[in-house]
């Protein structure tokens, strides 16, 4: 119950948006000393730029992360916020718009890549020019970042997924579908990746895993291939979508077809996007972090680092706003939290 009541006061703090005005200071930041006896930023530079590049952009998604999460941060500590992308998500498109900000002398990328490969050289670049980089949702390699914020574990996401659509497909168990988002999600394939780790597991025997599909984050192509998992697997009996977009999409075909309550759905969505779904009892449970907390900890994390109070080192310590203080761990990783089940019970209780 505490971390429900926690999560549903960040949710509602994280929708806020707050009035910052003034000029940036052009007085140093204060410092502390550090454990090797050199002095460190103890805060943010104020009038740092900070640019949230999402997958794409229009998704309701990044819409929270960045826009209810990654700006409030930003305002707080009194830096300028923008986000800018493409439209569609590929694993090239982001590129030109990395090198634009790198042009424009942004002090911090804050970047979902499509493609854990594709920009990592105008990522570099970048850098080189006096950039941070702050990977969040899904990453690229460690060596093109200075730090990725992970929404949740690989291991935490893909067990909570298997869990729901066992608990809604019923211990008669049966045949299942992955409709993913794009098919070089870095974060979609390690999610896959241990799903099939956990169906190898006993207690999930009764399930088969007989396909996966890609709707790349596009609605319409999403919808499409929820229509065809069902034409060519007759006896289906449950879909996994663990992206926004395809969870929605995927709901509203069922919720108007000859499946509903016969093909069971659950993913990674947003309390917004799948209110209706749940409420008329075509998706039993659905789970997600709070994008915006999300959002809010990556802006926090980049300006942690554009300040010079943190470098992306493993064991280092830093404190994001109200989300209070998080270490940073392997690779450069800082981890939000664990996953939250939304249900018919409780989703009335977010807004995001």
Known sequence: MAARNRLIALAMSAALSLAVSGCASQEPA?????????????????????????????????????NKGGKVAVEEFKGVYSQTGPSEA????????????????????????????????????ARTAGAKVVTYDSDTNPSCRDAFINQASAEGI???????????????????????????????????????????????????????????????????????????????????????????????????????????????GTPNQMREYVKNDTVKSFALWNPSDLGYLAAYTGGALASGMITGKEGEKFTAGKLGEYTIGKDGTVLLGDPFVFTKDNIDDFDF
């Open 90 to 125: 590929s694993p090239s498109a982001q590129v030109s718009y990395i090198n634009t900000l790198s042009q424009q002398g942004t002090d911090v990328i804050v970047v979902s890549a499509n493609d854990k490969d594709a920009i990592c050289g105008a990522l570099q670049e």
């Open 30 to 66: 204060a410092t502390q000393p550090t454990a090797g006896g050199s002095a460190a930023p103890a805060t943010i530079k104020e009038g740092l730029k900070i640019a949230f590049l999402p997958k794409q952009v229009n998704n309701p998604y990044f819409d929270a992360s960045d």
């Open 158 to 268: 893909a067990a909570s997924q298997i869990k729901l659509i066992s608990e809604a497909v019923g211990a008669d168990g049966g045949e299942i579908a992955i409709l993913s988002a794009t098919a070089n999600a870095t974060n979609q394939n390690a999610w896959i990746e241990m799903m099939k780790t956990e169906l190898a597991k006993p207690e999930n025997s009764k399930l088969k895993l007989v396909d996966t599909v890609y709707g790349d984050d596009d609605d319409q192509k999403s919808f499409q291939e929820t229509q065809g998992l069902l034409a060519k697997h007759p006896n289906l009996k449950g879909i996994i979508s663990p992206t926004t977009v395809g969870v929605a999409a995927a709901a509203r075909y069922l919720s108007t077809s000859e499946y509903k309550g016969k093909v069971q759905l659950t993913g990674l």
